[in-house]
Structure formats: C-alpha cells, structure tokens
C-alpha cells in the first residue's frame, strides 16, 4: 500500500462523507437502512492526525506519511456499527480510531520504517521479491533452523536478512506457512477483496442460550483478536480465552500492562490442542456457545479447523 507525504494529501480524494464506511459495513452484515448515529465530521486526513496514526508511520526519524485509504475514518465507523448492533455504547468517549493506535501509546512506540513499531514484524528482501515476516515469540526464533535449515541466534535479523536475499520467495513461503509461521508474500496485490465476514451455521440459538450472558471463546492472539474479543466483553459478554500450553499467546512477554488492558477479566484456559484429550477439551468448551472464532491458520494448527463443524451441530456455531 502506497504512502504519501503528509504535504501532498490536499489533492487525495480520501474524504467520504461521515459514516459511509458504516453504511457499507452494515449492508454487508445484512442490515440495510438499519439506524445509527455518528458525530464524525472531521477530514479522514485529520482523523489520522488526531488519532496518532502519523506518529506510526514514515522512516525512522524522517517525516511522516499518510495512507490513501482512510484508515482512521474506517476505524471509528467499524466502531460506529458495532456500537449499533449491540446496543451498548462501549468503551465510551473512545472512538475507532484510537483502539488501533492505544497499544503504541500505552508502550511509547514510534515509527520504525520497514519494522512494524516493536520490530517484530518486518520487511525482508528475498532473492525473486518481498516478505513480510513477524516472529512475536520466542517459540517463532526456534522455528527458523527447520524453516531456513541453517541456524540463526535469536534476534539476529541481520543473520537472517543475509540468508533470506539468496533464496526465492516461492522455496520459503510455503514452509514457513506449514510451520506456522507469520508471513506472507509482501509484493503481491489482490485482484479484488474477498469476503471479509463468513457464516458456518444460521442455527438459531437454543432459547435458553438466548436467555443468558452470551459466552465469546477466543483462540486468537497477540493484538487484533483479543482487542475484538475485548469489545464484545465490553458489550457485556463473557469472553474465554484459550491458548496452547506449547504455544501461549506471545504479548505475555510484552508489556504486562497492555495484555492487561486487552484480556484483564476473560476467563483463561490453557490447553494442550496437540493432544486428542486437549482438543475434545476444546470441543467441549465450545459445545452450545454463542460466538467462536480465531485468526486463519496455516500449519500445525490447522488441525483446528476441523473443530466448528465437529460442534455445530449442537449450537448455534
């Protein structure tokens, strides 16, 4: 995605009008003309100033740039719908676009150019192109002599670099994605945008489900899935939050402060899913309830994926 000098967004068409992004959201979930509010009148241009998405983004030091497409405007009406559908004026007097930018405040990050701000994640030159790979985890470093088949000492991403610019994308892409690791081929662009949302199930909930605290179980990890589960819990659901005993969630080793900010009050259940006993365990937590879901995986957890169809028979899925 291309980025642009702060100086030359005047001439950028990035300014629909309040809660369209909204409007498009909610049609796409299926509810058209359904009613909401929004007090939104700034320039998409200006949300992305007063949100602090451009202390994020540029070189290192150097001036900022700003995205073409209106990140922070798409934000705070994503928040916008949700606060609709629910009925809950959640997370009050906070919009959209400071949820994506609070962890960055809460840990004093800045703009790190072709890092993502904690330099976890990065931009890496391969023989043929681009990837972009994220190791959040210690458990991610020990992956990368059965990924690269040469070793490589935890952290040193100068090591790596090195390797990686001698070797074609195609040769490691696929085994990284079989060992489950986080990357993706950083040159290609779609040729149009996939389903952002999919139903696996349109049971309607049992009537005793509806009448108690809906229950959220939450496979994901790091940031994005736990700040969704996170809203729901402020929406008033019980959220369950399940890690792998082999594979905890890597943002325990962050900062302790903003993994209490995202999972503080869920319910945290750790499980062995490399073993059948962890995996009916899981099953069994998830039998009857009403939300689950997880980020797409690739690899050793795909075996996962079997899971929702296994369940939703009984439940609403």
Same mark, same amino acid.
């Given at each position: ?152 000492e935890r952290g040193d991403w100068s090591s790596l670099a090195a390797h990686l610019a001698t070797v074609p994308s195609g040769a490691i892409l696929g085994r990284g994605r079989e060992l489950g690791l986080a990357l993706a081929d950083a040159t290609i662009i779609p ?28 496979l994901s990890s790091l940031w994005a899935g736990p700040l969704c589960s996170r809203l729901w819990q402020a929406a008033g659901a019980e959220v369950v939050k399940v890690e792998s005993t082999q594979r905890p969630d890597g943002a325990r080793s962050g900062s302790a ?22 995996? !009916? ?7 009857? !309830? ?7 995986? !690739? ?19």
């Amino acid at each position: 995605m291309s980025l642009l000098p702060l100086n030359q967004t005047a001439a950028l068409d990035i300014s629909p009008a309040p809660g369209d992004y909204a409007v498009k959201l909610l049609r796409d979930l299926g509810f058209n003309g359904f009613p909401f509010s929004t007090n939104r009148a700034s320039h998409p241009a200006t949300r992305m100033v007063d949100s602090g998405f451009l202390a994020l983004t540029g070189d290192g030091l150097g001036d900022p740039v700003i995205c073409p497409v209106p990140l922070a405007s798409c934000a705070d009406d994503a928040l916008t719908v949700f606060r609709a559908l629910t009925g809950v004026p959640v997370l009050r007097g906070i919009e959209g676009a400071e949820l994506l930018t609070e962890r960055a405040a809460v840990m004093g990050l800045a703009r790190n150019g072709d890092q993502s701000t904690t330099g976890h994640c990065r931009l890496l030159a391969t023989w043929d192109g681009t990837i972009g790979l994220n190791l959040a985890r210690e458990s991610d470093w020990e992956l990368l002599p059965a990924w690269i088949e040469c070793a490589v000492e935890r952290g040193d991403w100068s090591s790596l670099a090195a390797h990686l610019a001698t070797v074609p994308s195609g040769a490691i892409l696929g085994r990284g994605r079989e060992l489950g690791l986080a990357l993706a081929d950083a040159t290609i662009i779609p040729d149009a945008l996939s389903h952002w949302m999919r139903t696996t199930s349109f049971a309607a909930a049992p009537l005793a489900l509806r009448r108690r605290r809906p229950r959220v179980i939450d496979l994901s990890s790091l940031w994005a899935g736990p700040l969704c589960s996170r809203l729901w819990q402020a929406a008033g659901a019980e959220v369950v939050k399940v890690e792998s005993t082999q594979r905890p969630d890597g943002a325990r080793s962050g900062s302790a402060a903003f993994f209490e900010r995202l999972n503080g009050g869920k319910v945290c259940v750790s499980l062995d899913l490399h073993t059948p006993e962890g995996q !009916q365990a899981l099953r069994e937590l998830i039998l009857g !309830q009403i939300w689950f879901w997880r980020l797409p995986v !690739q690899g050793p957890c795909a075996r996962l994926a079997s899971l929702p169809r296994t369940c939703s028979p009984s439940g609403p899925g």
